[in-house]
Nanobody, 121 residues
Framework: QVQLVESGGGLVQPGGSLRLSCAAS????????MGWYRQPPGKQRELVAT???????NYADSAKGRFAISRDNAKNTVYLQMSSRKPEDTAVYYC???????????????WGQGTQVTVSS
């Protein structure tokens, strides 16, 4: 069983900063790609950023220059530093992990439960 637990969400004023964390736990052999997605109210889930186990990153256009994704492989944790927040960044933010379990020789995607981020004055 794998768990991805997000933390760090909350209310932030426009222009402010916030850092999200997501820790993966369980019988994990290797984590390949970790990422952040978000689902704004009334919209579909969308990519924010991803990072591979060797540190290669990919960002949505809306995140470039404002958000920074990083990870600590020793802790199986991924972070999302968000700056210059805008009201349109309001969403539920989900963590994801593409990983290989110790007992199952097949890569699978796992998701966290989501954390609410609200940008408002």
């Amino acid at each position: 069983q794998v768990q991805l637990v997000e933390s760090g969400g909350g209310l932030v004023q426009p222009g402010g900063s916030l850092r999200l964390s997501c820790a993966a736990s369980g019988s994990i052999f290797r984590i390949y790609v970790m990422g952040w997605y978000r689902q704004p109210p009334g919209k579909q889930r969308e990519l924010v950023a991803t990072i591979t186990n060797d540190g290669s990153t990919n960002y949505a256009d809306s995140a470039k220059g404002r958000f920074a994704i990083s990870r600590d492989n020793a802790k199986n944790t991924v972070y999302l530093q968000m700056s210059s927040r805008k009201p349109e960044d309001t969403a539920v933010y989900y963590c994801s992990a593409d990983l290989l379990l110790m007992a199952v020789p097949r890569r699978s995607d796992y998701w966290g439960q989501g954390t609410q981020v609200t940008v408002s004055s």
